[in-house]
């Protein structure tokens, strides 16, 4: 399963004891799979960022 840290916007792939500790955290929440960006994405964000 994947979770995201709420703080630093990372999302980790993770499972069993680390998982279940994960779970108890309020700082993380469990995810769906997250999508891969692709390059257009990418260059969508920087283009907006130099605004």
Do not use: C, H
């Not at 792939?13 to 993380?28: F, I, M, T």
């Amino acid at each position: 399963m994947f979770v995201l840290n709420k703080k630093t916007g990372l999302k980790w792939d993770v499972d069993g004891e680390l998982l279940e500790r994960l779970k108890k955290n309020p700082d993380y929440e469990v995810i769906e799979k997250p999508k891969q960006e692709t390059k257009k994405d990418d260059s969508k964000k920087k283009s907006a960022a130099k605004k």
